[in-house]
């Protein structure tokens, strides 16, 4: 849609800012004295006939019908009336009908080129052919001062004086100097054979100041005027034109200067009612004489109004685009007629917007209607004045509108405002002015914004129009007159409608409208709603009362309110530690063990993140740095900028902004508190706050508070796994109640794969954690794991402890990694071990044992996986075969021997069988069983490279001696050897144990090749088996003490099963010496 700036042209002086306003102030005095004396005190469109009828004129009919009418009967026409009485009463014009009657009665025929659409040319007079009277009955006197005494002023002595100067006043003196009427005689001698043209204008007020001269004035002035009209009426040439208002019209709004100008007439104080009481008499004379003989005409009807102010105002306007505008508001009104006055909608209302384009039709009526009615405003040149300056503001700022609206009359203009309040007698209601919509000093209030700015900043238009200024300053306007008749008054305020309909428009709708005038309950100081209208009032509202108690509140106040609130919105939960009041590293503790939250209050002005991330004071560092989340408003300055912030997010007046804001409506919540608490403290009455509108108010703002408090925090900090230091956004729904931002902030880190709950559990969750535990090694322990998701910043954070163990426990269900924990620190296999095919008990408590995880192939490659083999001593184990068999094939040794123990191999026995042989323990040979003759043995040092096959024969020792085949052996074979197994062995050891170490100090000097005390049964529970292989005789000395040990346990414990080997026998030794004579 088109602006008004793009199609309308205004004239040259509004533009240059050359423009003055009195211009519209003319009167008729003034151009009758630039006729008479060449001199003149106006501007030139007035003085200028020619500027006067192309430029400041309008034909409307009420003119021509004037003009054409007057001329006609100075022209000596009889079938026209030859008096007429201007009326007034909408649209003015009279002032500007006598002017132009004035510019023809003297310049006539050289007007013809700018008076054709206004008079038949032909009326035309001669220049100089018609006498000219233009009287102004607010300006001649009614008694002048010769010396000592005052004689008569008249207004039929100021007609002869105008008709011949002084010398034609001469002749009639005698009646022009009496306050009596004059007679014939006097009418012969004025006007006789002359074409005259004499106005007069404002007569009521003449009437009045006479009457209060002579007590019968006002009859003699009527006589006078009685006998004017029938002289004019009988003879031709003569045209009278004059202006009488109504008694109620001419001094219901001027009773002080009507009081003032009749008190000066007496020389005596006149009180208001006495001096509105003579005037009302004498007018009453007066225009029941002008009733009788005038015509009445009215020169500006109200469909005419707006052409004569476009005319007045603009060069060019494009009447076509006017339509088109006009088209867009009917579409707009008929969408919302149900909203609006019956008028909006039809289409006479649509032919008036064309017609008074730019203009609205609402702004022309209210300042015809409204504005027009105030004492000083001078009616229709009131309204120039002010649409004059509308225009030039509106070209000024290039204010692009639609159409010019009462909003859009710019009240921050002192010129403006001056013109508007001054003539209207509203300077009283300045306060409400800069209070409530926004003016001249409105920048001088605490704040230094108006209610309405604040409530654009509050909730701004989408297109960017103050509609809350704009639709409070229509309420504003609307009530600068009728206020003295208060509420019931129809001029004062407007409906709701009313306001919808004066203030919308494309692009600021309706219900936009009635959102801003639904706030002026809830912000307005001065406007109020009531008795169905809206209106502006002297009297405070209870808004005015809590700005009041607002401006006393104190600042730590306001801030203790918005922690109280944050604290109520932010409650502790059973996953988070929340902290309060965050603003230094030490407010947030350490080692909690569990996710903590820390809120920074809304007052703050800025936060050090990574300081209280990374740290618990100065010089100080955070351990559980992966277990601090930072919830920071949106009002909050972040230090740092932590990822490269974006510089407007974090723009210091943005955030000051912001700040305010909240701070405000903390301010209003702790106000209207404070009222409920003690109403009369305030001097208000407890019962205007039982209302259901304060009530209704009183819980919005609580829960606006507790709504923008809630979407202030908008963001939170914590330590990403990348690492760095990160923020996420939120939106909450705002209100009460801690869930949500639990919930968002905890879905926001699930989302981005930095908390880990219950519900990873998954396969590919479990995969992603196996490749962080196992980065650099394939063991940790549980503990050092919990550890790593408490401290470590590139590990995600952890929801509980308990997830941990779930998130274990699946693993190891899922063959992700295996679960154990060791016996001692010298075994080679756990004590506990679980994996897929031995998940982990739910009686084990995983993170209070000392259990680690292990990764598969980890596992794999320590052969934890592979079944358990019995410790079996395999040589003694093949000699306890061999000695119930005496001589065996290999493979039958074998077969006896894995029947008989699980676990092991058959390498592992050829293995031991090769060491027997080698060791001459056991004998060997290839061949039969008991062969015919004497085989190739094989033992000792024979049998270095010996390796048994399973068709080997072996025989022990005492079986070779038998068979007659050690007869040959070398002094090196026939070396004695010791060995005890079984019971022969436990038998020999049990009584010795507790003094081995003993022995050994005495002087026993044996090696010890193999000693087993295998299966000692506890007596509370377990086995314990002791092993010792190749022990010198000084490692037994060093064993003293484990000996003794061993013997005490002895002493309670069984002993199922034990061995001793001793190779190279020393007959001496006390050690042999006791194992032999057992």
């Known amino acids: 849609m088109q602006s008004v700036l793009d199609v309308c042209q205004p004239r040259r002086e509004i533009l240059a800012g050359t423009f003055n306003p009195e211009v519209f102030t003319a009167s008729l005095s003034p151009i009758i004295d630039f006729y008479r004396t060449g001199s003149g005190r106006l501007d030139d469109v007035y003085t200028d006939a020619r500027l006067f009828f192309s430029e400041a004129t309008y034909p409307t009919q009420g003119m021509r019908t004037t003009l054409n009418e007057v001329f006609a009967r100075i022209a000596g026409s009889f079938s026209v009336p030859a008096i007429h009485r201007l009326e007034t009463a909408f649209g003015g014009g009279k002032t500007h009908t006598l002017i132009a009657c004035t510019h023809i009665a003297f310049k006539g025929r050289q007007l013809q080129d700018v008076t054709a659409d206004l008079i038949d040319s032909s009326l035309l007079?001669?220049?100089?052919?018609?006498?000219?009277?233009?009287?102004?009955?607010?300006?001649?006197?009614?008694?002048?001062?010769?010396?000592?005494?005052?004689?008569?002023?008249?207004?039929?002595?100021?007609?002869?004086?105008?008709?011949?100067?002084?010398?034609?006043?001469?002749?009639?003196?005698?009646?022009?100097?009496?306050?009596?009427?004059?007679?014939?005689?006097?009418?012969?001698?004025?006007?006789?054979?002359?074409?005259?043209?004499?106005?007069?204008?404002?007569?009521?007020?003449?009437?009045?100041r006479l009457d209060a001269a002579r007590s019968d004035g006002a009859s003699q002035l009527s006589a006078f005027l009685m006998a004017l009209h029938g002289y004019a009426r009988n003879n031709p040439g003569i045209a009278i034109v004059l202006t009488l208002a109504s008694a109620s019209d001419a001094f219901a709004r001027q009773t002080e200067r009507l009081a003032q100008l009749i008190s000066q007439v007496r020389g005596e104080k006149v009180s208001e009612d006495d001096a509105l009481g003579i005037g009302e008499r004498a007018v009453r004379s007066v225009a029941s004489v002008v009733a009788r003989d005038a015509v009445q005409v009215i020169p500006v009807h109200?469909?005419?109004?707006?052409?004569?102010?476009?005319?007045?105002?603009?060069?060019?306007?494009?009447?076509?685009?006017?339509?088109?505008?006009?088209?867009e508001y009917m579409q707009m009104y008929r969408r919302n007629s149900e909203s609006l006055p019956d008028e909006a909608s039809s289409e006479d209302f649509r032919d008036r917007m064309v017609a008074t384009y730019p203009f609205h039709p609402t702004l022309v009526d209210f300042l015809n209607r409204k504005l027009a009615v105030a004492e000083n405003f001078q009616g229709t040149r009131g309204v120039l004045r002010v649409l004059a300056l509308a225009v030039r503001s509106l070209w000024e700022k290039k204010q692009a509108v639609p159409m010019i609206h009462a909003c859009h009359l710019d009240l921050r203009s002192d010129r403006v405002v001056n013109e508007i309040l001054g003539r209207t007698g509203s300077s009283d209601l300045m306060f409400v002015l800069n209070a409530d919509v926004g003016s001249v000093d409105t920048g001088s209030l605490e704040g230094r914004r108006s209610n309405a700015e604040m409530a654009d900043l509050r909730n701004p238009h989408p297109q960017g129009f103050p509609m809350y200024e704009y639709t409070w300053k229509t309420v504003f306007l609307h009530s600068l007159v009728g206020r003295s008749e208060g509420v019931e008054s129809n001029i004062l305020g407007l409906t709701e409608s009313e306001a919808l309909f004066a203030t919308s428009f494309p692009g600021l709708t309706p219900p936009q409208v009635r959102t801003a005038l639904e706030e002026i309950s809830a912000s307005a100081f001065?406007?109020?709603?009531?008795?169905?209208?809206?209106?502006?009032?002297?009297?405070?509202?209870?808004?005015?009362?809590?700005?009041?108690?607002?401006?006393?509140?104190?600042?730590?106040?306001?801030?203790?309110?918005?922690?109280?609130?944050?604290?109520?919105?932010?409650?502790?939960?059973?996953?988070?530690?929340?902290?309060?009041?965050?603003?230094?590293?030490?407010?947030?503790?350490?080692?909690?063990?569990?996710?903590?939250?820390?809120?920074?209050?809304?007052?703050?002005?800025?936060?050090?993140?990574?300081?209280?991330?990374?740290?618990?004071?100065?010089?100080?560092?955070?351990?559980?740095?992966?277990?601090?989340?930072?919830?920071?408003?949106?009002?909050?300055?972040?230090?740092k900028d932590i990822e490269q912030l974006e510089l407007h997010r974090e723009h210091p007046t943005r955030l000051s902004e912001a700040r305010q804001r909240l701070e405000e409506l903390a301010r209003q919540v702790r106000a209207i508190r404070l009222l409920v608490e003690d109403p009369q403290r305030y001097g208000v009455n407890p019962a205007h706050l039982e209302t259901s509108d304060f009530r209704q108010r009183q819980s919005e703002r609580e829960n606006a508070l507790l709504t923008q408090v809630a979407t202030a925090y908008t963001r939170f900090f914590y330590a990403s796994a990348s690492g760095s230091i990160i923020h996420r956004d939120i939106r909450t729904a705002g209100g009460e109640g801690g869930i949500p931002f639990f919930e968002l902030i905890r879905n926001t880190l699930i989302e981005n794969d930095e908390l880990l709950t219950s519900q990873h559990t998954t396969q590919a969750d479990l995969m992603n954690m196996q490749q962080l535990v196992f980065r650099h090694r394939d063991v940790i322990s549980l503990q050092d794991m919990l550890n790593n998701l408490y401290c470590l910043r590139n590990w995600p954070m952890l929801e509980s402890p308990e997830v941990l163990e779930q998130i274990v426990r699946a693993g190891v269900q899922k063959g992700v990694w295996c679960v154990f924990r060791m016996g001692g620190s010298t075994s080679d296999r756990p004590e506990e071990f679980y994996y897929e095919k031995n998940e982990v008990s739910m009686s084990v408590t995983l993170l209070k044992g000392d259990y680690s995880l292990i990764s598969v192939q980890g596992t794999k490659q320590r052969g934890w996986m592979d079944p358990v083999r019995p410790k079996v001593d395999l040589r003694r184990a093949i000699g306890e075969v061999m000695r119930h068999a005496s001589v065996a094939r290999v493979n039958d040794v074998i077969r006896i021997l894995m029947e008989r123990y699980e676990g092991i191999s058959d390498q592992d026995i050829l293995g031991a069988m090769q060491d027997l042989v080698k060791d001459s323990w056991l004998i060997a040979y290839r061949g039969e069983l008991e062969p015919l003759e004497k085989p190739q043995l094989m033992h000792g040092s024979d049998a270095d490279w010996y390796v048994p096959d399973d068709d080997d024969v072996l025989l022990t020792r005492d079986e070779a001696r038998r068979k007659g085949w050690l007869g040959e052996l070398g002094e090196e074979e026939r070396e004695e050897r010791l060995s005890f197994t079984g019971y022969e062995a436990v038998k020999r050891l049990k009584p010795l144990v507790h003094r081995l170490g003993a022995i050994y100090s005495r002087g026993a000097k044996t090696t010890i090749n193999g000693l087993g005390l295998d299966e000692i049964v506890l007596p509370d529970g377990g086995t314990l088996t002791v092993r010792l292989h190749e022990v010198t005789p000084q490692s037994m000395k060093a064993l003293e003490e484990l000996f003794e040990v061993l013997g005490a346990i002895l002493q309670y414990a069984e002993l199922r099963d034990g061995y001793i080997e001793i190779r190279a026998v020393d007959d001496g030794c006390p050690l042999v010496h006791e194992l032999k004579n057992e």
């Open 526 to 639: 001065y406007l109020r709603f009531d008795l169905g209208k809206y209106f502006a009032s002297e009297e405070p509202t209870i808004n005015s009362v809590l700005a009041r108690i607002r401006r006393s509140i104190r600042t730590e106040d306001v801030r203790a309110l918005l922690n109280g609130t944050a604290r109520k919105i932010i409650k502790g939960s059973g996953s988070f530690h929340v902290e309060h009041d965050v603003l230094l590293p030490e407010h947030v503790p350490d080692s909690k063990n569990r996710p903590i939250l820390g809120v920074v209050p809304p007052h703050a002005e800025s936060v050090d993140v990574e300081a209280i991330i990374t740290t618990v004071g100065s010089n100080r560092p955070r351990i559980q740095q992966n277990t601090v989340i930072l919830l920071v408003p949106e009002t909050v300055s972040v230090k």
């Open 302 to 327: 109200g469909t005419e109004i707006s052409s004569v102010l476009a005319k007045r105002l603009f060069v060019s306007i494009d009447r076509q685009v006017a339509r088109a505008v006009a088209d």
């Open 125 to 208: 007079p001669e220049p100089g052919s018609v006498a000219v009277v233009g009287v102004s009955g607010d300006e001649i006197p009614v008694h002048k001062p010769q010396g000592t005494s005052l004689v008569p002023y008249t207004l039929w002595g100021e007609i002869a004086y105008q008709m011949g100067g002084e010398e034609l006043y001469s002749q009639v003196e005698a009646e022009a100097s009496s306050y009596a009427a004059p007679g014939k005689t006097y009418f012969d001698k004025v006007l006789g054979g002359r074409k005259a043209l004499i106005m007069l204008d404002e007569l009521a007020q003449y009437a009045a």
